[in-house]
């Protein structure tokens, strides 16, 4: 069974930086496209970011490209998002998302992490 945990996440003033960590259990992981996708109050989850494989594909949603990196360590199991020059729209659950293939669909991704808060401050 596919287990992944996040961590990293908190409360920052707008314009700062925040790292998330997810790692990965139950699988062979450099097979696993690993995904990040984020759920603010009262709005639908939507996609952040992907990356296959090895992780020389990434992906990243219009909002985030060049304010946020997702990177992978295949020998520790963890995929990372780096999120910098973050804005206060930015405030939402943050989940990771794994699955067979990089995509920015969600229902691409069958296994999840229980999700972590991260809250910019204006």
């Known amino acids: 069974q596919v287990q992944l945990v996040e961590s990293g996440g908190g409360l920052v003033q707008a314009g700062g930086s925040l790292s998330l960590s997810c790692k990965v259990s139950g699988r062979t992981f450099s097979t696993l496209a690993m995904a990040w996708l984020r759920q603010a109050p009262g709005k639908e989850r939507e996609f952040v970011a992907t990356t296959n494989g090895n992780g020389r594909y990434t992906f990243y949603t219009n909002s985030v490209k060049g304010r946020f990196t997702i990177s992978r360590d295949n020998a520790m199991n963890v995929v990372y998002l780096q999120m910098n020059k973050l804005r206060p729209e930015d405030t939402a659950v943050y989940y990771c998302?794994?699955?067979?293939?990089?995509?920015?669909?969600?229902?691409?991704?069958?296994?999840w992490g229980q999700g972590t808060q991260v809250t910019v401050s204006s």
């Open positions: 998302a794994a699955g067979s293939t990089a995509s920015i669909v969600e229902r691409d991704y069958p296994y």
